[in-house]
């Protein structure tokens, strides 16, 4: 953060979250931003990732998800982030489940932005076509325990994909 946003006054970095603009006083926080993921399981079993088509983390692997919008919550964005990226809508998938949460830095011109994302589990119905759309590239189904962890797009995403192989193991 350089600049305040109301009145494009310099920021004065007080902590590591709070910032003081030089002109108008006003307080600034790097807060996270909020977002969702999803992760899809096919009928077969196999777990359904995309490819990043931009940058940032451009051809690494994705869950189906992205920022909030203003005036959603996490389940609203969810399945439109689920009709954005694959096409598919609320009927064409089962069992919505809440994983966890995760924290990551996402680069966006040229600062990394922190980001919180709750991540979701579902099923996909054996009828559903998911079609890549919007930043996705394209989809590809791994078995749980097949994952090429070099190619995730972020830590996070490593990490909430251990907490679902406890998961699946404890059942």
């Given at each position: ?155 996070g995403l490593s990490k ?12």
């Amino acid at each position: 953060m350089k600049y305040c946003t109301r009145c494009g006054g310099e920021l004065l970095k007080q902590s590591a979250t709070k910032f003081v603009c030089t002109k108008c006083k006003r307080s600034q926080f790097r807060n996270p931003k909020g977002a969702v993921a999803i992760l899809l399981f096919t009928p077969e079993g196999k777990l359904l990732l995309a490819r990043r088509a931009r940058d940032p983390e451009k051809g690494k692997l994705d869950p189906v998800g992205g920022f909030l919008d203003v005036g959603e919550n996490f389940e609203q964005a969810l399945y439109r982030e689920l009709a954005e990226e694959t096409g598919l809508t609320k009927a064409d998938i089962a069992n919505v489940t809440y994983l966890g949460s995760a924290y990551d830095e996402y680069a966006w011109h040229d600062e990394d932005e922190p980001v919180v994302s709750a991540y979701f589990t579902a099923q996909l119905k054996p009828d559903a076509e998911p079609k890549p759309d919007d930043d996705v590239a394209s989809f590809e189904a791994f078995d749980i325990n097949d994952i090429p962890e070099d190619e995730l797009a972020w830590p996070g995403l490593s990490k909430m994909l251990e907490e679902l192989r406890k998961q699946l193991t404890n059942q």
